[in-house]
């Protein structure tokens, strides 16, 4: 199997001075894991973002150190700025590709449900992931559910109804609720509310015949 492979460097400036590092387009990173000691690194950003997009989550990348043989590594975790959302800090676990894992994955929804798109229902997402065993090359970035038998609001969908890849085994409970749909509430109909005049402070009742003019004139030749 062909993994993607991306070229890494060792890294000794920690701390404050990792910035600089960022604004020469450069991203920090460590390895560890699997027995090994930490290895702080650092590797082109762009590079990271090219591949990232390439191989989606809980990817099984090839690092290779100054021209070094490739080491199998899950990305484990990246961290992101909190306004960019550009990745800052990237997390690769050295593993052993015989050895299964556990780990969770991300709940990809396919297909189209009847009580969404005909009676205007609206898709619970119950759980955005799963626990899944799987060797490191057949970790896969999500688990599809198909919502077609989503057909009335009385129906649930279960962990069962994931589509597992091959080599993958379901870790959560088959019994686990994923998925169903609501029903569409209701609107309330109010009545409009007539404007109340009389009896509002600072509004005087309009007068009606003259009676209004006459009371000045009297108050006048008074």
């Keep these: 199997m062909t993994r993607p492979k ?60 100054d021209g070094n043989k490739p080491q199998p590594v899950l990305l484990h975790g990246i961290q992101e700025h909190p306004v960019t959302r550009k990745p800052i800090h990237i997390d690769f676990l050295a593993v052993n590709m015989e050895e299964e894992r556990t780990i969770d994955v991300a709940i990809l929804i396919v297909g189209e449900s009847e009580a969404v798109d005909k009676q205007g229902g609206v898709l619970l997402h119950l759980r955005d992931a799963v626990l899944v065993r799987a060797k490191p090359d057949d970790i896969p970035s999500g688990v599809e559910l198909d919502i077609t038998p989503l057909v009335d609001f009385e129906l649930t969908l279960h962990a069962s109804d994931l589509q597992m890849p091959p080599g993958v085994t379901l870790v959560t409970e088959a019994s686990e609720a994923v998925a169903r749909v609501q029903a569409p509430r209701l609107e309330e109909i109010e009545e409009p509310v007539a404007e109340e005049v009389e009896g509002v402070e600072g509004v005087e009742p309009a007068a009606e015949d003259g009676e209004g003019s006459e009371a000045s004139e009297e108050s006048s030749d008074s």
Excluded at 18 to 26: E, M, N
Excluded at 38 to 54: P, T, Y
């Design 6 to 65: 991306l070229s890494v460097r060792p890294r000794s400036v920690r701390g404050k001075e990792v910035a600089k590092l960022r604004r020469q387009g450069t991203l920090p990173g460590v390895v560890y894991g699997a027995g090994q000691e930490s290895m702080s690194i650092a590797m082109d950003a762009r590079e990271f973002e090219v591949l990232h997009r390439q191989a989606g989550r809980n990817a099984v990348v090839d690092i290779e150190l």
